[in-house]
Nanobody
Framework: QVQLVESGGGLVQAGGSLRLSCAAS????????MGWYRQAPGKQRELVAV???????TYADFVVGRFTITRDNAKNSVYLQINSLKTEDTAVYYC???????????????WGQGTQITVSS
């Protein structure tokens, strides 16, 4: 089994910054992709940013220039640096991974438990 554990959420004023961290643990053979989604109250979960194993990244349009995703392969971890936060960024942020475990030859999607970011005006 695989666990994704996030940290770094909190309450911040508009214009501020936060850094989210997510560490994957368990019977990991390799990681195809890791990234972040978010879900605001009353809205569907949406992609924020994903970093693929080849090094390419996918960002949502609303975060370009403000959010940066990075990864530490040695630690099976992914990070999200969030700058210039807006009140509309308030949401639960979920870590996401497509991970190949030692007992499989294909990737499976895993989710963290989520970390809350609240941006005040």
């Amino acid at each position: 089994q695989v666990q994704l554990v996030e940290s770094g959420g909190g309450l911040v004023q508009a214009g501020g910054s936060l850094r989210l961290s997510c560490a994957a643990s368990g019977s990991i053979s390799s990681i195809n992709a890791m990234g972040w989604y978010r879900q605001a109250p009353g809205k569907q979960r949406e992609l924020v940013a994903v970093l693929h194993s080849g090094g390419s990244t996918t960002y949502a349009d609303f975060v370009v220039g403000r959010f940066t995703i990075t990864r530490d392969n040695a630690k099976n971890s992914v990070y999200l640096q969030i700058n210039s936060l807006k009140t509309e960024d308030t949401a639960v942020y979920y870590c996401y991974g497509v991970i190949i475990t030692t007992d499989r030859s294909y990737g499976t999607s895993y989710w963290g438990q989520g970390t809350q970011i609240t941006v005040s005006s």
